[in-house]
């Protein structure tokens, strides 16, 4: 009977915890087999991390056979994504996760949009004004979610010009979208609402000048995990 008792109650916590996800340093080799031997490990727990982007994002959800994701993140993420679609449909479908989010899971949310707006937008100050807004009105509803804003990571202006003739995105304006998005967190202290600088933390590779190379695209996934949010 003590043995039967015992293994109820290993079934019962291991089907009710939230497992987060293992995460840390990966031997990634040539062709892209990942070896988990020999490695530095973290292992998360109760900790979930929604991330809301634009295409970078939607593709690295779309290499799962080639990109480790962490289990405990999700994703809500479009092609084209800019401040209007943030607006209508990222923060609805945000609101519901947190809306009916477990009360024994810490809950981070990592933005990372603004490539686009400034190619879609002359007036992109007016676009960062209604991120920021945003951001803020999201913190003060949730207080108890951890929000991160990941910078706008970098572009190769020759090769996008070639892939994008009509491209009007520069290294400049990309510097200047992150130094407002930083300056406003510096400023306006919120005690859960953080910038996250990968530019000026990583190498990045891209082919198109836009888009992320998958060995990128899983630094971007580490540095998130291992150095933008607060794992608990």
Not at 146 to 163: A, D, M, R, T
Not at 182 to 204: E, G, P, R, W
């Amino acid at each position: 009977f003590l043995w039967v008792l015992i293994v109820l109650i290993i079934i019962y916590f291991s089907t009710n915890n939230f497992h987060g996800c293992t995460c840390g340093l990966m031997k990634r080799l040539d062709n892209n087999i990942f070896v988990e031997k020999d490695v530095e490990l973290r292992t998360v727990a109760r900790t979930k991390v929604i991330i809301v982007g634009d295409s970078r994002m939607e593709l690295i959800v779309n290499k799962k056979n080639k990109i480790k994701i962490p289990k405990n993140f999700v994703f809500i993420a479009r092609s084209g994504a800019d401040t209007v679609w943030f607006k209508n449909k990222a923060i609805p479908e945000l609101e519901q996760m947190l809306n009916n989010r477990d009360s024994n899971v810490q809950y981070s949310v990592v933005i990372n949009l603004g490539v686009n707006d400034i190619q879609y937008y002359k007036k992109v100050d007016n676009k960062i004004e209604d991120y920021i807004s945003n951001y803020h009105k999201l913190s003060q509803k949730y207080t108890d979610v951890e929000f991160y804003l990941l910078s706008v990571n970098p572009i190769v202006e020759k090769k996008l010009n070639i892939v994008q003739p009509k491209n009007v995105r520069t290294t400049k304006k990309v510097l200047s979208f992150n130094e407002q998005i930083s300056n406003d967190i510096k400023m306006n202290y919120v005690h859960n609402l953080k910038y996250c600088d990968a530019y000026n933390n990583m190498v990045f590779k891209t082919d198109d000048g836009l888009h992320y190379t998958d060995d990128t695209g899983q630094d971007i996934l580490d540095y998130i995990s291992n150095n933008c949010v607060t794992i608990k």
